[in-house]
C-alpha cells in the first residue's frame, strides 16, 4: 500500500506561482511511476506531468509545458510540482497519483491517488 498526501495549494494571482508537494508513505517513491492530474469543476480528470519509466525523462500537457516542472527528492520520498506563470485556466484540484502501470497520460494507469489540493488563480 502507499499512501499519498499533496500540500502547497492555495490562492494565487494570476502570473504567480505555487509548488505542490506529494509525500508518500509505504514504499519508495523511486520504485514506482508517479504523476500530477488535475480536475476543474465540470471537468473530466486530466494529465498534467509525470516520469518516464526510468525517471530519465519527464511528460507534460501542452498546456503547462513550459510553465510547470515536475521533480522528486527520493530521500524524503516526496514528489513537486513547481508551477509558475499561473492562469486562471490553471485553477483546479491537483492530485499526486502513483503506481503507474500504462500510459502516463492515462488516469486508470496509476494505482494510488491523493486526496488533491485545490489551486485558485485570480485574474
Known amino acids: 500500500q502507499v499512501q499519498l498526501v499533496e500540500s502547497g495549494g492555495g490562492l494565487v494571482q494570476a502570473g504567480g506561482s505555487l509548488t505542490l508537494s506529494c509525500a508518500a508513505s509505504g514504499r519508495p517513491f523511486s520504485s514506482i511511476g508517479q504523476g500530477w492530474f488535475r480536475q476543474a469543476p465540470g471537468k473530466e480528470r486530466e494529465f498534467v506531468a509525470a516520469f518516464s519509466w526510468n525517471f530519465g525523462s519527464t511528460y507534460y500537457a501542452d498546456s503547462v509545458k513550459g510553465r510547470f516542472t515536475i521533480s522528486r527528492d527520493n530521500a524524503k520520498n516526496t514528489v513537486y510540482l513547481q508551477m509558475n506563470s499561473l492562469k486562471p485556466e490553471d485553477t483546479a484540484v491537483y492530485y499526486c497519483?502513483?503506481?503507474?502501470?500504462?500510459?502516463?497520460?492515462?488516469?486508470?494507469?496509476?494505482?494510488?491517488w491523493g486526496q488533491g489540493t485545490q489551486v485558485t488563480v485570480s485574474s
Open positions: 497519483a502513483a503506481d503507474r502501470r500504462g500510459a502516463y497520460f492515462d488516469s486508470s494507469s496509476y494505482r494510488y
